[in-house]
């Protein structure tokens, strides 16, 4: 293990002391949404709510309800919308990114608690960024939607005092050789056995949440891949670790992501692969812009910067991820090559990108024959090819999950978009008068 692995940047981190933490229970409004301070642990995953309708805002317009994949938002006495369970939820977070009236709020954040790990010089807190936030970060400080800032948040995640700056998209390249492997085996196996086709993506907490709870019969065709980050957190704490030479007792795992969701996949009792908590606080896009503005750093007047190594090198394919049809995509290059021993002429298999719905297509793998694919945005639409496969309908190799519409990038954890919370004052005025309507009925 070489000197420059172990020694820490020499970039000068903040200094937090004069940042107030807030306590548990605060609830504090980040980047336009109401979030709840209060980092859970395993044992509280049962009965927990990440989000809530709060229904002194709510004005009953349905947008939320319309928005949810399950059914897990429905309508009360008085009009109002409310989870009436959390086992029914899928944390996406569309109803919160759809409510043109700022009512849906998080009822999860680790922010404080990620400021205290920051301040104790005993702590190693490591951070593990999704592809997705590079892309709307920016936003958050005035930029052009879509701007890439993946340089700036290495650099802001080292002044806010990050020790190491880990990237997902190192793991996000191993979910591509190790999904692309077991396609392979699958599909020259003729999906015999207890690998069943098609296969399908397993990266998303949404997906997999909605498999395991409405579709468990199909649970033998979800890939055996952990999502990125669930593989990143137990490497930081074992080979990191290793390389670094620090305590794995002594790491804390930040994961950095555009999603909701992923807090629910943090908390899952079997993300302990490393001997203790491979994620031990996961926050999204908003709550980092939060951060950054409390901490009082300058962010676009920062210097691009790279990764730490080790477990911060990555491919242009893992960038992928981040968009709906991109780990199909990737898994594909892998796995056309090594089923048809040829490199492809170009990398680039855009035909099975997709916006939204369903994608079916057809690539051509030479000493094999089509190998047949979807690529599936948004749960409703992804129930329909759950549906065929229960059937025994499909005739399809692999299939591509993301919950959110788009994929990642659209994700619940991403900055607001303005044009919906500046809902037409015509929408706000219908949805007060049935309010009004509803209360009067039910007197």
């Known amino acids: 293990m070489s000197e420059a692995i172990k020694k820490k940047s020499a970039i000068q981190s903040m200094d937090l002391s004069g940042v ?88 999860v954040s680790y922010v404080s608690e990620v400021f205290e790990k920051l301040k104790d010089p005993d702590t190693v807190v490591v951070t593990m960024t999704a592809p997705a936030v590079r892309y709307a970060l920016g936003e958050c400080f005035g930029m052009p939607m879509g701007t890439y800032v993946g340089g700036k948040v290495h650099s802001v995640l080292r002044r806010l005092g990050f020790d190491y700056i880990w990237d997902n998209e190192w793991t996000a390249d191993v979910t591509i050789m190790e999904e692309g492997t077991e396609l392979l085996e699958r599909v020259t196996q003729g999906g015999k056995g207890d690998k069943p086709l098609p296969q399908f993506t397993s990266c998303c907490p949404g997906w997999i949440k909605f498999c395991e709870s409405f579709y468990p019969d199909l649970i033998p065709h979800l890939s055996t891949c952990r999502s990125p980050v669930a593989m990143l957190g137990p490497l930081a704490k074992t080979y990191g670790a290793e390389q670094t030479g620090k305590d794995p007792k002594k790491i804390y795992t930040v994961s950095i992501m555009p999603c909701i969701a992923k807090k629910y996949e943090g908390l899952r009792p079997e993300m302990n692969a490393s001997g203790q908590r491979d994620i031990d606080a996961t926050i999204n896009t908003r ?19 790279e990764p730490d190594p080790i477990l911060g090198m990555s491919t242009g394919a893992a960038t992928l991820f981040g968009t709906s049809g991109g780990v199909m995509e990737a898994a594909l290059r892998f796995a056309y090559e090594a089923i048809s021993g040829k490199t492809l002429v170009d990398p680039s298999i855009k035909a099975v990108r997709t916006g939204k719905g369903i994608n079916k297509v057809e690539v051509e793998v030479p000493g094999f024959g089509p190998v047949r694919i979807a690529v599936v945005s948004g749960l409703q639409n992804a129930a329909k090819l759950c549906e065929e496969v229960r059937a025994g309908t499909s005739n399809l190799h692999f299939i591509e999950v993301m919950t959110c519409p788009g994929g990642c990038v659209n994700g619940g954890g991403q900055p607001m978009d303005d044009s919906i919370l500046e809902a037409s004052l015509f929408k706000k005025m219908m949805a007060r008068v049935n309010k009004r309507f509803t209360l009067r009925k039910v007197a």
């Not at 709550?287 to 910067?305: V, W």
């Open 20 to 107: 107030q933490v807030d306590a548990s229970g605060a609830v504090r409004k980040m980047e336009g949404v109401k979030n709840t301070i209060f980092a859970p642990g395993v044992n509280d995953l049962g009965n927990l709510y990440f989000l809530e309708v709060d229904h002194t805002l709510c004005q009953g317009c349905g947008e939320c309800a319309h928005h949810c994949p399950t059914g897990a938002i429905q309508e009360t006495e008085d009009g109002t919308r409310s989870i009436v369970d959390p086992a029914a939820c899928m944390n996406c977070g569309q109803c919160l990114t759809h409510c043109p009236y700022g009512a849906v709020t998080e009822r």
């Open 287 to 305: 709550e980092l812009a939060y951060m950054i503005k409390k901490a009082g750093i300058p962010f676009t007047s920062l210097p691009d910067e």
